[in-house]
């Protein structure tokens, strides 16, 4: 046996030329992230804070923490993603009559590599998180059904994105696109670790977000606060719940997909290949099936987010909340009979396409109809433009050019010019944007002061607004009239030199967005560095729903006497009613115990991916066996619960700040409505 043989039974395919230490970019990068990450490393260390961050952060159970952890999550890898974004715009803003800096594969990478984070580790992270961290409260609930999972799926999704980040510097990133195509991802095509890592990264965050879902509508169906019926529920509860079932649905689809296209891969399977019966469209109809509910995964959650906040910033309730309630469900259902639209020119007939493209026109109408609700919430109410506000009205403005472009783009004939070209990646972008990153924006910037107390710089929240406001126009206006000229999307390089100015305004709105972000990043520092100057009181927007009835930040238990609700809108029910915070009489709280299963699990789950993308058979057989122990020995352990004393619950609540008074008492909110009126 000789020495190469043995190295490759302990290092299967890795091997020194595994590391790019020929590409400087990489290195450069390389050098910067180490550099980063020693700093960290360095300052946790020197101020003694690992034993800190084990016991309260990385061990935890509490919702509360795991959603800011999702969201910590999803704001690191969004650097990431952005950064693989204006790699592409400088790339395609030079490269006309010459072939710019990026080589054609390392282009193929960083593109891939930008939709799946932006995707799976951006908005999938930081929708989960402000579900994880609000719903609970707003339904009245002292935690999720399932603590422990809950931990365990934040703790797969950071693995599945340790992996993708590992692919930076061992190996290679898929170059197959986003969703990881065939026949460009199959063996024979792409031998090489890329897409592999691609299909290991997913599954493992994959079977987080599906575990999550199952988490999150258990929780929404068991454990409300009674009274609080259905339709009772405030509407961000209701556009979660239809995220979470959708999620439940489609994720085991996509699960399935890369299970088979792992098959084709490690054994020899043709179910995606083009011959022995395979069939590379299959994968494509799965991998949408799965795709165009995301979408709404995505969307209906930031839906709610946009209805609490343009609620409690008009100071009215909800205009038709039924029929919001209706929309929500109406959208979900539909989001399962529109997959086809993403591939017209697949070749399906005429009567499978008319069918597609009608029901994907039919889908705008409960859409347009929320747009309407807004409208009219607003409508003859005391608007405040607080920050979060200001995203609402980004969004409206926004999202409706992209909701028209996308019904545009529903019509088959348009579609058949339409689908390869920039415009389609221009719509794309406006609805994800427009739509989605706008609203979570918004949740984080209304939410903040309830997580931690304080409110968010607003000098620095505005360069954070504008600059994606302004930015995402400058940078996306171009690519839609570049689209509408024909050019093709995923090219490196273009030859007609007339297009270069459009793409060049498109770079500059890149690095418009880059001040925003880096304004969120600085408006962070800020305002922790001055959090004493920004503290707020438990209810700082004069809220309406009930998490604002507790203090900020919550205590564990987050409330120590269950809300009894007697209406939609319950905190400003019981202001109406003259609630007072309760002073004694409270009694022990039950809560679950924190445990480092987790993150022990998903540690072994990211060397098992690991292992197999390398073929390192031998570390696959131990970290699997490890995962079987780790897991079989969790169900050993009894001690998973404890009691908060009865005293230690009146010193809590005796240490926090009474509520403030109600509406009709705050001359600052102008004359306040009375509940017939609010109503």
Not at 120 to 128: D, E, G, K, M, T
């Amino acid at each position: 046996m000789t020495i190469d043989h043995i190295a490759k039974i302990i290092f299967g395919r890795l091997t020194i030329g595994s590391f790019p230490v020929h590409e400087p970019i990489l290195l450069a990068t390389f050098a910067v992230v180490g550099l980063a990450g020693l700093g960290v490393v360095g300052a946790i260390t020197k101020f003694k804070l690992w034993g800190w961050l084990w016991r309260e952060w990385f061990t935890t159970v509490d919702h509360k923490k795991i959603g800011i952890m999702y969201i910590i999550l999803g704001t690191i890898m969004l650097l990431r993603g952005f950064a693989d974004a204006l790699m592409m715009r400088a790339q395609q803003a030079i490269a006309f009559g010459n072939e710019g800096y990026l080589p054609a594969h390392h282009f193929d990478q960083v593109f891939t590599a930008h939709g799946t984070i932006m995707i799976f580790f951006v908005a999938i992270p930081l929708v989960s998180g402000v579900i994880n961290f609000v719903m609970p409260l707003q339904i009245g609930a002292r935690d999720v059904a399932f603590p422990y999972l809950n931990s365990l799926s934040f703790w797969l999704t950071a693995a599945g994105a340790a992996l993708v980040m590992a692919s930076l510097f061992i190996g290679e990133f898929s170059t197959a696109g986003w969703l990881n195509y065939v026949p460009v991802s199959n063996l024979q095509n792409s031998p090489g670790v890329g897409p592999d890592y691609y299909l290991w990264a997913l599954q493992i965050a994959g079977v987080g977000t599906s575990l999550s879902a199952i988490n999150m509508v258990t929780t929404v169906i068991k454990m409300r606060a009674p009274g609080m019926t259905m339709m009772k529920m405030p509407v961000f509860c209701w556009t979660a719940l239809c995220s979470q079932v959708l999620a439940v649905a489609i994720f085991p689809i996509l699960t399935a997909a890369f299970a088979l296209l792992m098959l084709d891969r490690y054994v020899g399977t043709n179910f995606f290949t083009n011959d022995l019966g395979g069939n590379p469209m299959m994968y494509w109809n799965l991998v949408w099936i799965w795709g165009h509910p995301e979408v709404y995964v995505l969307i209906l959650p930031v839906f709610g987010i946009y209805s609490e906040v343009t609620s409690t910033f008009t100071g009215k309730r909800l205009f038709g909340y039924s029929s919001m309630v209706y929309a929500t469900v109406v959208i979900t259902i539909l989001s399962y009979l529109v997959w086809l639209h993403h591939f017209f020119t697949m070749g399906s007939g005429a009567s499978v396409n008319s069918f597609f493209g009608i029901a994907t026109m039919v889908i705008s109408i409960p859409t347009g109809a929320k747009i309407f609700n807004w409208l009219f919430t607003m409508y003859r109410g005391s608007i405040r433009f607080e920050l979060p506000m200001m995203w609402v009205v980004a969004f409206m403005l926004t999202f409706v050019v992209g909701g028209m472009t996308g019904v545009l783009l529903a019509v088959p004939p348009a579609d058949f010019v339409l689908h390869n070209s920039l415009f389609l990646v221009a719509h794309f972008h406006n609805v994800i944007i427009g739509g989605v990153v706008f609203g979570l924006f918004a949740g984080i910037e209304y939410w903040f002061p309830k997580a931690f107390g304080f409110k968010l710089d607003p000098f620095w929240g505005k360069v954070h607004f504008w600059g994606w406001v302004i930015g995402y126009w400058v940078a996306w206006t171009p690519i839609y009239i570049v689209g509408l000229m024909g050019t093709t999307r995923r090219m490196r390089y273009l030859e007609d030199p007339t297009l270069q100015p459009y793409f060049v305004i498109a770079a500059i709105g890149a690095v418009i967005i880059l001040i925003g972000i880096v304004g969120f990043l600085i408006g962070m520092v800020v305002s922790i560095k001055n959090r004493e100057q920004l503290k707020v009181g438990n209810d700082p927007w004069d809220g309406r729903t009930l998490e604002w009835s507790t203090t900020s930040p919550p205590p564990a238990y987050n409330y120590a006497f269950t809300p009894v609700v007697h209406d939609l809108d319950a905190w400003y029910d019981m202001k109406c009613r003259g609630y007072e915070r309760p002073s004694g009489g409270f009694k022990p709280i039950h809560m679950p115990r924190n445990t480092g299963t987790g993150v022990i699990l998903s540690g072994l789950a990211a060397v098992l991916g690991f292992a197999m993308i390398w073929y390192m058979w031998w570390l696959a057989a131990l970290a699997f066996l490890g995962l079987l122990v780790v897991a079989i020995g969790h169900t050993f352990n009894y001690d998973r619960d404890y009691h908060i004393p009865a005293e230690e619950v009146a010193r809590i609540e005796a240490g926090h700040l009474p509520p403030p008074p109600p509406p009709e008492q705050r001359p600052d909110h102008g004359p306040a409505l009375t509940p017939a009126e609010a109503k």
